[in-house]
Structure formats: structure tokens, C-alpha cells
């Protein structure tokens, strides 16, 4: 390759770096910005720095965590303020560009999230009606809180419960959920829901068997089926006598 090869190629290299620099909107710019970043149209360098990309410290520069969803980036109060947006003051790190693009709002959704529910703090974790609205047919209906218990924080679908594994709902049990989980407790259920049960007569009944220790229906009962019984232990069963 010949001397003035090398100087053109050497002089081209440096132009396109100052205009690289001198107008970033025009030489590397991957589009437009979104209509509320339109006045930093030509001033990359407001989210953007040298040779590193856009960071998140320059994006709390206007955007304040605390205000998100309450107050413009001017400081005035929004007539509609977002049910939505307070979530951001519960993210234990302001690590924007983790769910932002500059150019396209919110990133499009993706299987595994758009969001990546570990940056919330552990409280907001578990209160999933902020952000998303509850579903609204025939069984959710029934349900509030607890999603996690059905569901991963990775992905919604496939739900992973499987009632049978605990008791199965055939012929009597296809009742509502609130019969056997009061308030929709789903930590914890009872078999005094319906009118044939009550502690005194499942207290006779059990003890008449010789079965002392009856508190945990399900360790024994999976199904409708009285005569279906499995998981008792001998040390619960004693003699006879009372």
C-alpha cells in the first residue's frame, strides 16, 4: 500500500471520527427518539457517554425515581398521575437502560420478561396488583394475592399448581375456592366449610378409629372418597380405648 494510500486513509478515518463526535445524531444514531426525548433530538450526549453508551446515572438526571409516574421532568404534578409507574421507587437499583431503550420507550417483550422482576425489593415482589391487573375469569375470579404460588416471577404461562397433587376436586368438592380457603388464604384451607363437617363429629368419628391426630385432613383424605385413605401413620392410630 502506497504513502498517500495510508494519509488518505488515515485523513478519512479522522474526519469520520471528529463527525462522529461533532454529530452523533447522524452518524450512529439507530433512529428516532421517542416523542418525549424529541428536544434531544441532536444532543446524544444527554443519555449517551463516549464510547460507553447510554447510562442510567444521566438518566435520573430528569427523571427522578421519586417522581416517576406523580411529576413531569419539570417538576409539575401530572393531571393523571400513572397507578402504574410508582413501582420504580420500589427497585433496589436505578438501572434504567435494564428495561429502557433510548430510541424505542419500554423494550419490546421478550419470553423471558421485559422486566426483570429481581430488581424489585422483596415487599413489591409479592404485591403484583400494582402493575397488573387481575384476571378475570371464572377461577381468578375467586383469587386474590398469592399469585406466586401458581406462577413464577419469569414467565406467567405455563402455571405450575396442580390441585390433585393435594386433593382432588371430584363429585362434592367442586365447590367455590372460599369454602376450604377462608379469605382466599391459600396457605392454609379447612374441611368446616361444608355443613356435613363439624370438629365434633369428625373428632368422634376419628377417635372411634383409633386415630388421634386428625388436624391435616389432606395427609390422609386426597378425594371425595371416605374409603380412599392413604398417608396415615401408624403412630397416630392407637387402641381402642379412650
Known amino acids: 500500500m502506497s504513502r498517500l494510500v495510508k494519509i488518505i486513509l488515515a485523513v478519512n478515518l479522522l474526519v469520520m471520527t471528529v463527525l462522529v463526535f461533532v454529530y452523533p445524531h447522524l452518524m450512529v ?17 444527554a443519555c449517551h457517554s463516549p464510547f460507553t453508551g447510554a447510562a442510567s446515572e444521566l438518566c435520573v438526571d430528569c427523571h427522578k425515581p421519586d417522581s416517576i409516574g406523580r411529576l413531569t421532568t419539570t417538576g409539575q404534578p401530572i393531571s393523571k398521575p400513572l397507578s ?3 413501582f420504580h421507587q420500589k427497585l433496589v437499583s436505578q438501572d434504567c437502560v435494564a428495561c429502557h431503550s433510548d430510541h ?6 421478550r419470553p423471558q420478561g421485559r422486566f426483570q422482576h429481581a430488581l424489585l425489593n422483596t415487599a413489591a415482589r409479592e404485591q403484583c396488583q400494582d402493575c397488573h391487573k387481575s384476571p378475570t375469569d371464572a377461577l381468578h375470579r ?12 419469569e414467565k406467567w404461562v405455563p402455571a405450575t399448581f396442580e390441585h390433585f397433587k393435594f386433593f382432588e376436586l371430584d363429585r362434592d368438592h367442586t ?18 366449610g361444608c355443613h356435613e363437617h ?3 363429629k369428625i373428632r368422634r368419628e376419628h377417635i372411634e378409629e383409633g386415630i388421634r391426630n386428625f388436624e ?20 397416630d392410630r392407637k387402641g381402642d380405648d379412650d
Open 29 to 45: 444514531g439507530p433512529g428516532k427518539l421517542i416523542p418525549g426525548h424529541k428536544e434531544l433530538d441532536v444532543d446524544c450526549f
Open 84 to 86: 402504574t409507574m410508582p
Open 104 to 109: 424505542a420507550g419500554v423494550k419490546r417483550f
Open 142 to 153: 375467586q383469587i386474590s394475592g398469592n399469585c406466586t404460588q401458581c406462577h413464577s416471577q
Open 175 to 192: 365447590t367455590q375456592c372460599a369454602t376450604c380457603h377462608v379469605r382466599n388464604d391459600y396457605s392454609r384451607y379447612t374441611c368446616y
Open 198 to 200: 363439624t370438629p365434633a
Open 216 to 235: 391435616n385432613c389432606v395427609e390422609c383424605h386426597r378425594s371425595a372418597d371416605e374409603h380412599d385413605i392413604r398417608g396415615g401413620r401408624r403412630e
